[in-house]
């Protein structure tokens, strides 16, 4: 009898998590637009041997912020950060964990962008709400090394996920 009971919880754990997880689906338009034509299968080391190669596409990397700083310009407000790339499966899991995005450990360094701010953003608010080891999906397209680091110029988007 206990083990049909085992069998029975188990099966209803199984059916519970069918549907748990999803491919991950951009959170706004203008994501939506920049997502469709950014290729997920290039990363840093990739570029790092060539550059040039890449210089007309998107990437959509993700990974942890390291370094994120704010600058209050008078004619285009903007942030440049430096992100730890990690490997990500783009899948969403909806399961019983409070986290739906789950990166690798392991990943292929680091890279670089700015991201312009609209004038009418807060920049204190975002100081105090975007910080280092939130997770950042980067869409942008190499420009250069800076040494080991990637430089994606001026991204296309950026998402912000809070971990945890």
């Known amino acids: 009898m206990t083990s049909r009971r085992s069998t029975v919880a188990l099966l209803a754990i199984i059916l519970l998590c069918v549907g748990c997880s999803k491919q991950y689906k951009p959170i706004s338009p203008m994501e939506r637009e920049v997502s469709r034509n950014a ?3 290039v990363f840093p080391d990739d570029v790092r041997k060539d550059v040039g190669a890449w210089k007309d596409t998107t990437v959509a990397w993700a990974g942890v912020v390291k370094k994120i700083d704010f600058v209050a310009d008078s004619t285009q407000p903007y942030s440049t950060f430096v992100v730890e790339h ?5 899948i ?8 739906k995005y789950f990166l690798s450990p392991h990943g292929e ?4 962008a700015t991201w312009p701010m609209k004038k009418e953003w807060d920049l204190a608010a975002m100081r ?5 080891g939130d997770m950042f999906i980067v869409y942008g397209t190499p420009r250069d090394t800076d040494g080991p680091i990637i430089d994606l110029g001026q991204a296309k988007y950026v998402r912000d996920i809070k971990q945890g």
Do not use: A
């Open 39 to 41: 290729v997920r299968n």
């Open 86 to 90: 990690h490997y990500f499966d783009w």
């Open 92 to 99: 969403e899991d909806s399961s019983i964990q409070k986290e």
């Open 109 to 112: 360094g680091s890279f670089k």
């Open 128 to 132: 105090k709400t975007v910080v280092p």
